[in-house]
């Protein structure tokens, strides 16, 4: 009871079916004992619609929630698990593969993982034949198996913890959207990549019609894990996410879209989530910037335009620096 938030729940009669799933998501196992029942002359008073349908609207509620669609404090646990690999091949994470496996690379190819959590995409990266240094803000033993080196730190902190270490790629699946100041990591990046090394990296698409629509009713809701993440502090459309790099001093090589993950809202039911992303592509190719569900970006860095923001920012320091001093001189 003490690892459930079971004090959320209704005092009505569908409490049993809150607490049920609960116990469920929190990975214990429930065991059903018989007892005997003893009735007398009392009359029952429960309303068995209203109980059926409080029990209907828990379970979807609790669907929706699992699927990432809304967020419901009763259904959130530390053992909820929050990120799945992606299979589809129009998905974020099959077409950042694709792009790493686009570029004829030197024999000893070198990825940076940022944010690998327990290392689904690491395992693919390196089954691929490159070697993968990930790092995370939580120690993972799966994410492991397939590092050469796991480094738990966090990414806000810069990539000073790689070392002198230098890559071929540096990956932000699904990252940016989590930092505070993504400038700064990917200015940081720049220094971190071989000579024709990029960065990949995806994110939500803030400005997709389901987002819009709920704007449309008045409607913003985080949820435990998609485009409106709570964990999210950043949100970007597909144009902030390309000036973001822009600004940064990336010349940007590819941009690609992904649709919304069916696999993950009808899981079990292959053939409906291929058709229904195969459909929903063609609207994604028409209108990306409304009905793509993430966008992907592949960048170079701009080396002669990163000397010059360097320029300028020591020209600013030193600005800074020199009217500081005259301040103090005069007091």
């Not at 995409?121 to 796991?150: H, L, M, P, Q, T």
């Not at 002198?164 to 959207?177: Q, T």
Request: proline share 2%; charged share 25%; net charge negative.
């Amino acid at each position: 009871l003490c690892n459930i938030p079971f004090e959320l729940n209704t005092n009505d009669f569908h409490f049993d079916t809150e607490i049920l799933i609960q116990i469920q998501l929190a990975g214990y196992r429930i065991k059903e004992l018989s007892i005997p029942t003893y009735y007398g002359d009392e009359i029952c008073r429960v309303n068995g619609i209203k109980y059926a349908w409080n029990v209907f609207v828990t379970t979807t509620i609790y669907g929706l929630h699992k699927k990432g669609l809304l967020f419901d404090q009763r259904f959130h646990t530390e053992q909820t698990q929050k990120y799945t690999l992606k299979s589809n091949r129009f998905s974020s994470h099959s077409q950042l593969l694709e792009m790493l496996q686009q570029h004829d690379e030197s024999s000893e190819k070198w990825v940076l993982d940022v944010g690998c959590g327990s290392g689904e995409i690491a395992a693919r990266i390196s089954k691929a034949g490159f070697n993968v240094i990930g790092v995370d803000v939580y120690d993972n033993a799966d994410a492991k198996k397939y590092c050469r080196e796991y480094i738990v730190t966090d990414i806000e902190q810069g990539l000073s913890v790689v070392g002198d270490k230098i890559f071929d790629r540096i990956i932000f699946a699904d990252v940016l959207e989590h930092l505070r100041n993504p400038e700064e990591i990917l200015l940081d990046a720049h220094s971190r990549l071989k000579g024709g090394g990029t960065v990949i990296a995806s994110t939500g698409n803030v400005a997709h019609i389901f987002i819009r629509i709920m704007l449309l009713f008045g409607q913003f809701i985080y949820t435990e894990r998609g485009i409106l993440d709570r964990t999210h502090v950043r949100l970007f459309t597909k144009r902030s996410f390309r000036r973001l790099f822009n600004e940064c001093s990336y010349e940007i090589q590819q941009i690609r879209y992904c649709p919304i993950p069916f696999e993950n809202i009808f899981p079990g039911w292959r053939r409906l989530s291929d058709g229904l992303t195969w459909v929903y592509m063609l609207f994604v190719r028409l209108i990306p910037s409304l009905f793509a569900y993430q966008v992907i970006i592949e960048a170079e860095p701009c080396h002669e335009r990163t000397s010059e923001l360097l320029r300028e920012m020591r020209i600013s320091e030193d600005f800074i620096a020199y009217n500081t001093e005259k301040h103090e001189k005069r007091s």
